[in-house]
């Protein structure tokens, strides 16, 4: 991805603050790290802390499930995929871009 | 928002593509295939989130065969009319009152179609309320916007001198027209964000943030690479030999560029720092490629002249 020109001050949110932004429960927020579809660090007092663009992954994790139906696993194929997607597209305009 | 003129509200079967006498299956593939290509995470266009709700609405609608029944005698405004009222007795009552068949009401017609009693407001019924559905009241909860981007086509002059501009984007509240501040030095590909103008949150989350992707245009004079700036430098065969002093012109106006003797074609003379500014460092160069160019026609003292170099000159430029 390019990056934004607005610097995000980047406060990390622990559980409680992140489960509390995305209505979410704690066990899934759990799970969803172990299925590697949320990032998280755990910090040396074992509490795990979120940056804040993980509210957005979350956003579309609880979008794509409210709108295909899918379980989490299928969940973070399409986010992967969309992922590349946006990489491969990003890298295509960059080849079609005219001149050098 | 929500006593918002109706006008635009599009017949429901329209909106899926299907027929008014689609089956339920019909129905249902239409949607998950419109869903998909519209899905405000598969699809970053702004206008998507606003496309993928009315394919929703429609589908809410359509999918439910006493709603669909109820929608298909009454008219997109369906919802105004009690559960006892039947079909057709209303039918019959809209055409004595001249108005169009209920049936075949288009978005167009149905806006003002019946009851102009009940207004341009929906009978306290506010449109977000239903469509709080789709993403919000499955027992979701609130969710954060989906990030939304769409390109930006910049002049070289713009992404030099940075600038504001208005720009127009088709949203789930309308055109909304936003102004967009361009930073001096942005490059092509770089992202403009625009927090809190993205896809709408449910339930009182936030919106997410729009991107806009800056896309610099082709120029007739300068070729853009990140920042550096790069522009053809004619020279006559005397002035590359003898060297000479040009004017080149550059976003901040004429430069004078000295070309020393002996240059040929291919070479590159820098204008330091004469490329695109960067907002927190080096601005990028600027570029002369000399390029010599011979007449197409030689007047006779030119090509006396020019034979007479060939005649005297040991120069071989395929020598190896």
């Given at each position: 991805m390019g990056y934004a020109l607005v610097l995000v001050r980047s406060a990390s949110?622990?559980?409680?603050?992140?489960?509390?932004?995305?209505?979410?429960?704690?066990d899934l927020v759990r799970r969803l790290i172990a299925l590697g579809i949320l990032e998280a660090d755990r910090d040396a007092a074992g509490e795990l802390w979120f940056a804040?663009?993980?509210?957005?992954?979350?956003?579309?994790?609880?979008?794509?499930?409210?709108?295909?139906?899918?379980?989490?696993?299928?969940?973070?194929?399409?986010?992967?995929?969309?992922?590349?997607?946006?990489?491969l597209e990003a890298a295509l305009r960059e080849a079609r871009r005219p001149g050098r | 928002m929500p006593n918002g003129p109706r006008a635009d509200r599009r017949d429901f079967y329209q909106v899926l593509g299907v027929p008014r006498t689609a089956t339920q299956d019909e129905i249902q593939r239409a949607y998950r295939t419109l869903a998909r290509q519209h899905h405000p995470d598969v699809n970053k266009d702004p206008a998507a989130e606003d496309r993928f709700k009315e394919i929703s609405e429609a589908y809410d609608v359509l999918s439910d065969p006493q709603t669909?029944?109820?929608?298909?005698?009454?008219?997109?405004?369906?919802?105004?009319?009690?559960?006892?009222?039947?079909?057709?007795?209303?039918?019959?009552?809209?055409?004595?009152?001249?108005?169009?068949?209920?049936?075949?009401?288009?978005?167009?017609?149905?806006?003002g179609g019946f009851g102009t009693g009940l207004g341009g407001d929906l009978g306290g019924i506010d449109i977000e309320d239903l469509l709080g559905g789709i993403f919000g009241g499955r027992g979701f909860g609130p969710i954060r916007g989906a990030d939304q981007e769409t390109e930006l086509e910049l002049t070289v002059e713009e992404a030099?001198?940075?600038g504001h501009r208005s720009v127009t984007l088709e949203g789930p509240d309308g055109r909304r027209t936003l102004d967009?501040?361009?930073?001096?030095?942005?490059?092509?590909?770089?992202?403009?964000?625009?927090?809190?103008?993205?896809?709408?949150?449910?339930?009182g989350a936030p919106n997410g943030d729009?991107?806009?992707?800056?896309?610099?245009?082709?120029?007739?004079r300068y070729r853009v690479d990140g920042r550096d700036l790069y522009v053809d430098l004619p020279l006559a065969p005397w002035e590359a030999a003898l060297g000479t002093s040009v004017a080149v012109e550059?976003?901040?106006?004429?430069?004078?560029?000295?070309?020393?003797?002996?240059?040929?074609?291919?070479?590159?003379l820098r204008l330091r720092h004469h490329g695109l500014p960067h907002p927190r460092g080096g601005a990028g160069h600027l570029y002369a490629e000399v390029r010599i160019v011979v007449p197409a026609k030689l007047t006779d003292e030119e090509r006396r002249l020019f034979e007479q170099l060939a005649a005297v000159s040991t120069f071989d430029p395929r020598r190896r």
């Open positions: 949110l622990n559980l409680e603050a992140f489960t509390r932004a995305t209505g979410t429960h704690p804040p663009s993980q509210v957005a992954v979350m956003g579309r994790v609880q979008r794509l499930r409210a709108g295909f139906g899918l379980n989490y696993a299928a969940v973070g194929l399409v986010t992967d995929l969309l992922d590349r997607i946006a990489i | 669909r029944r109820r929608y298909d005698a009454f008219g997109p405004d369906f919802r105004q009319v009690p559960e006892d009222v039947d079909p057709e007795a209303f039918q019959r009552s809209r055409v004595g009152a001249g108005t169009a068949g209920a049936g075949q009401a288009r978005g167009a017609g149905g806006a030099f001198q940075g967009v501040r361009i930073p001096a030095g942005v490059t092509d590909g770089q992202r403009i964000r625009l927090a809190g103008q993205g896809g709408r949150g449910s339930e729009l991107y806009f992707v800056a896309r610099i245009a082709p120029h007739p550059t976003p901040r106006g004429e430069m004078k560029v000295k070309v020393p003797a002996g240059t040929s074609t291919g070479k590159r």
